[in-house]
């Protein structure tokens, strides 16, 4: 029997890559952020550069192919009802279908995760564990004004960021409480459940066998597959314009490790 999902998750954490995973498996639906704020749905709309106008188009007919919430006419309701309407219309689609929810837009509608509880939605949980990563993705967006990149758009340029030596693990910490947070409101409300880390599944794609499982699907033995690639593939002395900063800072911190990603 398809199963309904939701996939939960923090900025930067590539779940954009995943949903689009998921999205070429026969008979799996995924879709972007159904209840992104009306400013945030611009993504790369408001760029002229032939890689973001390639990555949106793609997107446009892809993950972000379904009304989101803010469109739909059920958001002139009174909230919950709206919400549970607007859940239910998405929900009877055919097939295993799903969408992805930020820890923030989780906080700003909580009546979704009552949805998910009382209609049996199954929650995958989306973990980045190199917090470092995040920031780097987070700091290169904001450089390049660029979110993603679809395969066969323009290489990027190389790109350095500055780190804020004094606020990195102020800012490493605030993501793992987040992530933590995560994990006990999943425990707490005892809803079907799994947890999939991201490193994992981009170094060894048999890290997706437990993701097929839980959602009962069969991609007959295909390699998971996506048309999004990484905007940045140098290491972190070539990305991080204070190198050296930000290495003395995590020196001796539960983060030093991750310097070794």
Known sequence: MPKSFLLLASYRSGSTW???????VEGTAAFSELFSAPEKQAGTQDLTSDQANK???????????????????ENRKIRPFSTF????TFYRQEGTIGFKLMYTQLARH???????????????????????????????RKATRTTHRVAGAEEMKPVQVTLEPETLIKQMSSLQ??????????????VHSLEVIYEDLTRN????EPVWT????????VEPQ???????????????ANYDEVRKALQGTEFEHLLEG
């Open 85 to 88: 309407s607007y859940l239910d």
């Open 205 to 208: 794609s048999s890290c997706f």
């Open 177 to 190: 409480r987040n992530i933590d947070l995560a994990r006990r409101l999943i425990k707490v409300s005892r």
């Open 55 to 73: 990555t949106t188009q793609y997107l446009d007919q892809t993950i972000r192919a379904y009304p989101h919430y803010y469109q739909a006419a």
């Open 226 to 240: 996506s048309q999004l690639v990484k905007l940045v593939r140098v290491g972190y002395s070539e990305s991080i």
């Open 110 to 140: 909580p009546e979704i995760w009552a949805y998910c509880r009382f209609r049996g939605i199954s929650i995958l949980h989306l973990v980045r564990r190199n917090h470092l990563d995040v920031i780097i993705s987070r700091e290169m």
């Open 18 to 24: 995943f949903v689009d995973v998921l999205n070429h």
């Open 214 to 221: 839980f959602l009962q699907i069969n991609p007959q033995n």
